[in-house]
């Protein structure tokens, strides 16, 4: 396995053991090559992705045994609202206790689980001990407990967002709490910088959402997006259309399952340098079908990214990519009355993605697969629907 291990030589850090984030200061999302600089003898295991994903599903089974208000953050944290559920099971701590136990004597693993009243406190005390620890943050206790902690630490500040605070200043939360509000929004040009002063003052009122709740409420879903690291490098525009197209039918699959239409489409990439780059459009009409997502998606490709490869200058191979739909819209709220050609070829089109869909679940994802991409079956093979989960606005 040491062997096999060292032989990966690309991608980014998916997770790290207790020693490398003490010792080495390793980071999830760093890339490897970095990593290496700082400790040469590192030892690399491939992920087991399908694995994870048992394991992420079994741990939500255990959840919906305290609470039905469960709302997934990421593909192996979610919160829990157990406000209902404590004159059966106990308060909060207790509850978390029972948990994180189950987790680790079923599944034998562990699990650091954090408690609070608010959904960004309760966040940051997950984080503070690890990695088998409950850890408690009162309303009474917050100032004491959180104010000290680096600002990095709080929900949602970035390494760039951690960066426009610090040359102002700001290294703590408390630093931030104390700060003007308006001051905080002005530099962060959007209304990240109040939802962040929010919360390191505990003024946090966002309520824990049931998944369902999520799909039905037109508030609640604002976008579907699926991403993916390849197994290798990207290297020219061929390469990209077929990891776009996997993608891209993915996010046309779950927008027919929830019965929407995107009107705008993003293009995320990230070269095997760890520089990202993002674009979004407009589609030319309300959309859930993938040939129009992915043309989209290489649209920006093309404009934006792959124009940059003029004579003279030269496009670092892309190691990850994400595509995602957004201003979303229900299908029953459109309705485009037309006799032209192009319509009905639309329309065949939408009839013969939706068989795809039907088949897929009954007989498996690769029951039937676009004929493009069997030019790479490394990179065509790939199933991010069942891989990823759809994303949610901020503000948790």
């Known amino acids: 396995m040491r062997n096999l291990a060292r ?55 255990i959840y919906n045994e305290y609470t039905d208000q469960v709302e997934p953050f990421g593909l192996d944290e979610a919160f829990l609202d157990v406000s209902g559920s404590t004159g059966l099971f106990g308060d909060g701590e207790k509850i978390a206790d029972t948990i994180r136990e189950r987790i680790k004597t079923e599944l034998g693993i562990s699990v650091s689980i954090g408690v609070s009243y608010t959904k960004s406190f309760a966040k940051l005390a997950s984080d503070m001990r690890k990695p088998d620890y409950t850890t408690v943050i009162n309303r009474e206790e917050f100032r004491e407990k959180v104010w000290p902690l680096p600002v990095g630490d709080l929900i949602y500040v970035g390494a760039a967002s951690a960066e426009k605070l610090r040359i102002r200043g700001i290294d703590t939360i408390g630093d931030l709490a104390k700060t003007d509000r308006n001051n905080v929004v002005r530099w962060m040009k959007n209304k990240t910088g109040g939802l962040l002063w929010d919360y390191a003052n505990g003024y946090d009122t966002s309520v824990v959402q049931k998944f369902e709740d999520c799909m039905n409420d037109d508030s609640g879903m604002k976008s ?22 996997v993608l891209s039918e993915a996010v046309a699959a779950r927008l027919r399952e929830y019965k929407r239409l995107c009107r705008t489409v993003s293009l995320w990439l990230r070269d095997n340098k760890m520089n990202s780059f993002e674009r979004q459009c407009k589609t030319t009409e309300p959309t859930n079908l993938a040939y129009e997502i992915a043309g989209t ?12 490869g003029r004579p003279g200058s030269t496009l670092l191979p892309i190691r990850s990519l994400g595509v995602r739909a957004s201003d979303l819209m229900r299908e029953e709220d459109f309705l485009q009355m037309s006799f032209l050609p192009e319509e009905r070829k639309r329309q065949n089109m939408m009839s013969i993605e939706y068989v795809m869909d039907d088949i897929r679940s009954r007989f498996g994802h690769t ?13 065509g093979s790939d199933n991010p629907k069942e891989d990823h989960i759809m994303t949610f606005p901020g503000g948790h």
């Open 7 to 61: 032989r990966i030589q690309h991608g980014i850090v998916l997770a790290a053991n207790q020693l490398a984030k003490k010792v080495y200061k390793v980071k999830t999302g760093e890339a490897l090559v970095h990593v290496r600089q700082r400790c040469p003898n590192l030892v690399t295991v491939p992920a087991n992705h399908k694995l994870y994903l048992k394991f992420a599903r079994i741990t939500r089974e």
């Open 224 to 245: 579907v997006g699926h991403s993916t690291t390849t197994p290798r490098d990207l290297c020219n525009a061929e390469d990209i259309k077929v990891t776009v197209m």
């Open 297 to 308: 998606a290489m649209n920006l490709y093309h404009r934006n990214y792959g124009s940059l």
């Open 367 to 379: 029951a039937i697969t676009r004929g493009m991409l069997f030019a790479d079956k490394a990179l």
